[in-house]
């Protein structure tokens, strides 16, 4: 199983980023998906998910409003645009699967997942 993102990089306040997240090695369709974030001293936090068909996403309230999550079942790619970037945001950024499961079809809980990508670093400049 390989997930892989891209799209990092530098941005100045206000600017906006795509990150994406291509995904194999795994039957796709079963999966939802998550974006989750860490800066140096801080916990690993929940950013966003989509749940396995895309019908239904939760946002993390740091980014409600500013962030959008998504996903190309053609391409087995997740993705997350960002606007409205601030400092705030600048950290490592993760994708992660997670099985669907019919009681809970999006959690935020990062024990929850079973697959991780290595992350990509995103850093707002102000």
């Known amino acids: 199983v390989q997930l892989g993102e891209s799209g990092g990089g530098l941005v100045q306040a206000g600017g906006s980023l795509r990150l994406s997240c291509a995904v194999s090695?795994?039957?796709?369709?079963?999966?939802?998906m998550g974006w989750f974030r860490r800066s140096p001293g801080k916990e690993r936090e929940f950013v966003a998910g989509?749940?396995?068909?895309?019908?239904?996403?939760l946002d993390g309230d740091s980014v409600k409003g500013r962030f959008t999550i998504s996903r190309d079942a053609a391409k087995n790619t997740i993705y997350l645009q960002m606007n409205n970037l601030k400092p705030e945001d600048t950290a490592v950024y993760y994708c992660?699967?997670?099985?669907?499961?019919?009681?809970?079809?999006?959690?935020?809980?990062?024990?929850?997942?079973?697959?991780w990508g290595q992350g990509t670093q995103v850093t707002v400049s102000s």
């Open positions: 992660a699967a997670r099985l669907h499961s019919a009681y809970l079809d999006i959690v935020s809980e990062s024990d929850q997942y079973q697959h």
């Open positions: 989509i749940n396995w068909n895309g019908g239904r996403t």
């Open positions: 090695g795994l039957a796709f369709n079963r999966y939802q």
